[in-house]
């Protein structure tokens, strides 16, 4: 029998344990438990069991609730009718932060560096200690302060005599006389010029010629550093000077002089000076000019004027030039090309970097694809070259900020040699010992030591949470669902709290097994410094390092909520007779495939080189299960969701994104009819979808509550049992069952409407029963319940079965899409496809699915496999992205991407049957896979 603690709740200290005693949230069946807090805590079971319920809807809503109850009355007004989680008592609870799988931002301008708030702190830094360097002499620009000059003054010998100036600008509407005359009336009696002193008075009689340099003496005094009226004096008298002097003030002291200028300037440039704005891509002032801080712009795509890399100069490469009447722009380089050494006859893609740029600015020899351009602009007039130019243009990076989104001068300010526009388009593994080793005066450290710690330890978690190969400037909507979960995690790191609770939702998710090792110290260090992290999650690795595993079940839905199990590793694989228990001690496991699917056909793609792909060519064999693996970063989801999907996409006449970089598409692509991406987005948009609408199967179930006698008596019709019509719903929540209130300042809350208490329907339409069940009843039924209740029903049975052979049983057939995790949303989108006669009309579908085993225990695995095997027995092609070994084993090709993430990734490591790849040496996704086979 499982083993469960032997613990007297009642008689536990709450310093030393957070207490939950008996929970009924969702499907919890009067749970209680004590966690002991500053540990590491792994909640498991099988989906659908109760783990977030437990985890999120009442611990953390309740450390949610706690916090906001000690918020002021004004947000309280709305909080008496908070729900409190339904549970006996809750004690020794902690501030709570959630860490969920979000899909992430879709705001096209937000990036790794905005999101960590790393950027923030960056602008800051730089605004208070950067130095500005002009780009002509390469010298520090500053500016002259009244200290300054006062300093500069008071540091000559004693008794020196000094004359403070300012220089004369006349005013272009009046005479010298008549300036002369207004200096008098400001009262002042001098002026230099001609290297001498002149009074005003006298001038004014005399009519003299000046010259063009005419001072206006502002005070002149004998040095003695002892008195101190004479520095308060000597400063007011230097702001007179600038003010007078428009930002300039001159200084003559025996022989010499020093000119001092309160204006930002140098080698006859005006710099701006650095503020937090100047550094901001998002705010007018300091944005890019050219592409107006998004980085890109309108311009000739490199990759559509040289589509075939392989090809040489000679062979015409370069598509404008091909034609006829373009060719005169080929032929200089083609005959004058051995003069500067050109080889004319190497493929492109073999030439040096400079090589490759020579082609576009050329040289004396020749006009580079630039001036190309430039004469097409020049003639637009004619429609020919219009079409021309148009053929040729795309998405560019931006010329002016190389993409990293600033104005251009931002890159003058710098700090230990490096500007922001350096930093955030270095990989982070770069950017880290930068701020490791930044040398820093006294001054300086004074001002930045925080700033420079903040920025080094948000990145050190970045890299830590296997983030490393991203740059800062990274777009925030091109990551991964896995990637953006864990940026969560590193800004939640960066921000330190201790004595909190961190609640996690399966953050491997999108992680090789290679980068969970880093992911489970960085959860450790949260541990240590005095937090209690409760991690809800599948992978065995993450098991093992828990302090405690708790295991929820037996089953899942209806079927579960029982606490299991709590204990160590050791003892859940000793004595756990539960499916986490039997699946980690072995004696249940995924079976590994008879024998592998062989194959004849493939779709082949040819060089990719989208992100950080290297030059690929991979085929994709039809008809058997693909599986596509390697390290986070390593290049899967460009491959797959940049290339692969669009090109098959457009070739169905479907208006895809823009496909990534690649050569050509070639292979049996024609025997695919249709492409579906199941991926993890929210089915449906609003939250009135739900499972049971979406396969299809409400509408059989309105049709038997509209045959029942009652219905037809009181003339119901189908359409009254809808929440989505008017008609049966009930009104004043539209058949949301719920109403929400805006918080203004805080998260949106919903409550169960009170006219209908949460059961969507009008009391006449929830008097119609079918087998003592009221349509709203059915409704709040699990799709396990629901299959056993319609078991005389054939037409719900078979569209409701799918839905359970996906693992799915345990959700309701009510529940609002919004409440599905994106493992159980791209599920319900399997099932959909499952469903008879979904799939009758098209054979040949080509499925992409992205980490279908997200948010799945090792049992429900085997479920999802049977399910995507079955696809394939139809005469469908599957291709997986995925991390996860049992789904990689049993895969009937393998395709690897690495070895590393970023810039280091992108090559392909390898293709072939899991057997083979368990062979290799020195390979990441072999070392895990040899256990599992």
Not at 407 to 419: C, E, H, L, P, Q
Not at 540 to 558: F, N, T, V, W
Not at 560 to 577: C, D, I, K, R, V
Request: aromatic fraction near 8%; charge should be negative; proline fraction near 4%.
């Amino acid at each position: 029998m499982a083993k469960i603690p032997d613990y007297n709740l009642d008689e536990l200290d709450a310093r030393q344990n957070i207490i939950i005693k008996g929970a009924r949230v969702n499907n919890l069946k009067n749970l209680s438990v004590a966690l002991p807090r500053n540990k590491f805590i792994v909640v498991t079971g099988l989906s659908g069991s109760g783990k977030s319920s437990l985890a999120f809807d009442t611990l953390y809503a309740e450390g949610q609730r706690m916090y906001v109850e000690s918020l002021s009355s004004y947000a309280r007004q709305f909080l008496g009718r908070m729900d409190k989680p339904e549970v006996d008592y809750i004690k020794g609870i902690s501030p709570a932060i959630a860490i969920e799988q979000k899909v992430s931002i879709k705001n096209n301008r937000s990036t790794v560096g905005t999101s960590t708030e790393i950027y923030d702190y960056l602008k800051l830094l730089y605004a208070r200690i950067g130095k500005t360097y002009s780009p002509v002499s390469g010298q520090v620009v500053q500016k002259d302060t009244v200290a300054d000059v006062v300093d500069f003054i008071f540091s000559l010998e004693d008794e020196a005599r000094v004359m403070i100036l300012a220089p004369l600008h006349l005013q272009t509407d009046r005479t010298l006389a008549k300036e002369l005359d207004l200096l008098l009336q400001k009262g002042y009696s001098r002026i230099y010029a001609n290297g001498q002193v002149y009074f005003i008075e006298e001038l004014l009689e005399n009519g003299q010629d000046l010259g063009k340099e005419v001072y206006i003496l502002v005070d002149r005094a004998v040095i003695y550093k002892s008195d101190e009226d004479l520095a308060f004096r000597i400063g007011d008298s230097v702001q007179t000077a600038f003010y007078e002097g428009h930002g300039e003030c001159r200084v003559i002291y025996g022989e010499q002089e020093r000119v001092f200028s309160d204006r930002f300037e140098l080698d006859g440039m005006v710099f701006e000076e650095p503020s937090v704005n100047f550094f901001s891509f998002n705010n007018p002032y300091g944005a890019c000019q050219t592409c107006e801080g998004f980085g890109s712009v309108l311009g000739i795509d490199p990759d559509l004027v040289i589509p075939d890399k392989s090809l040489t100069i000679y062979e015409g490469a370069i598509a404008p030039w091909r034609s006829d009447k373009m060719n005169e722009w080929v032929q200089p380089l083609l005959k004058n090309g051995i003069r500067f050494d050109f080889p004319i006859h190497r493929p492109y893609s073999e030439l040096s970097e400079a090589e490759q740029e020579l082609l576009w600015t050329g040289n004396k020899y020749f006009e580079g694809l630039n001036d190309f351009f430039k004469h097409l602009q020049s003639q637009t007039h004619k429609i020919q070259y219009r079409v021309m130019l148009s053929r040729y243009r795309g998405r560019t990076t931006c010329p002016d900020c190389k993409g990293s989104r600033l104005r251009k001068d931002a890159g003058y300010v710098k700090i230990d040699g490096k500007s922001i526009t350096d930093l955030v388009l270095l990989p982070i593994t770069e950017v880290l010992p930068f701020f490791e080793n930044l040398q820093l005066s006294e001054h300086e450290h004074k001002v930045a030591d925080r700033l420079v710690v903040e920025v080094a330890n948000r990145l050190g978690y970045l890299n830590r949470v296997g983030l490393g190969y991203l740059t800062l400037n990274r777009l925030s909507n091109t990551l991964s669902g896995g990637e953006s979960q864990r940026i969560n995690l590193a800004t939640s790191l960066g921000s330190a709290l201790v004595g909190s609770m961190y609640i996690l939702d399966e953050p491997s998710i999108g992680l090789h097994p290679k980068d969970s090792e880093q992911l489970i110290g960085v959860l450790r260090s949260l541990q240590e410094i005095g937090n209690t992290v409760i991690v809800v999650e599948h992978e065995e690795e993450m098991m093992k390092a828990a302090d405690q595993l708790i295991d929820i079940g037996p089953e899942a839905g209806s079927g579960g909520g029982n606490l299991m199990f709590q204990g160590s590793f050791e003892e859940m694989t000793q004595t756990a007779e539960t499916y986490t228990g039997k699946y980690l001690s072995g004696k249940m496991e995924v079976p590994v495939p008879a024998e592998r699917r062989k194959w004849r056909n493939a779709i082949e793609i040819v060089g990719a080189r989208e992100n950080n792909l290297k030059n690929l060519t991979v085929k994709f064999p039809l008809n058997v299960l693909t599986v596509v693996t390697g390290v986070s970063g390593s290049g899967k989801s460009t491959l797959i969701k940049k290339i692969l999907f669009p090109a098959m996409q457009k070739l169905h006449g479907a208006t895809a994104e823009a496909t990534g970089k690649f050569d050509k598409l070639q292979g049996d692509y024609s025997k695919i009819e249709h492409v579906e991406f199941v991926d993890q987005n929210p089915i449906g948009k609003s939250s009135r979808s739900n499972p049971v609408t979406y396969v299809k199967a409400y509408d059989a179930i309105r049709t038997l509550y509209a045959d029942q006698p009652l219905a037809k008596s009181r003339g119901f019709k189908p359409s009254h049992f809808s929440f989505n019509i008017e008609g049966g719903r009930c009104e004043v929540c539209q058949g949301e069952g719920q109403v929400k209130i805006e918080m203004q300042f805080m998260a949106d809350i919903f409550l169960t409407c009170e006219s209908c208490n949460g059961q969507r329907f009008k009391q006449d339409v929830l008097d119609i029963k079918y087998k003592e069940k009221s349509i709203s009843e059915v409704l709040d039924m699990t799709i396990a319940d629901s299959i056993t209740f319609f078991a005389d029903q054939p037409k719900i049975v078979e569209r409701l079965k799918p839905l359970d052979d996906v693992g799915l049983g345990y959700i309701r057939l009510g529940q609002s899409s919004n409440t599905l995790s994106g493992g159980e949303a791209q599920r319900v989108k399997l099932a959909s496809f499952l469903t008879k006669g979904a799939t009758s009309h098209h054979e040949n579908i080509l499925f992409i699915f992205d980490e279908p085993s997200t948010g799945l225990h090792f049992h429900d695995i085997s479920k999802l496999l049977k399910a995507i095997n079955a696809l394939i027995e139809n005469g469908n092609t599957v291709v997986i992205i995925e991390h996860n070994m049992d789904i990689i084993k049993s895969a009937d090709w393998l395709i690897d991407l690495g070895p590393e993430g970023g810039k280091n990734g992108g090559n392909l490591l390898f293709t072939g049957t899991p057997e083979e790849m368990a062979k290799l040496e020195n390979n990441d996704t072999a070392r895990f896979l040899k256990e599992k086979l």
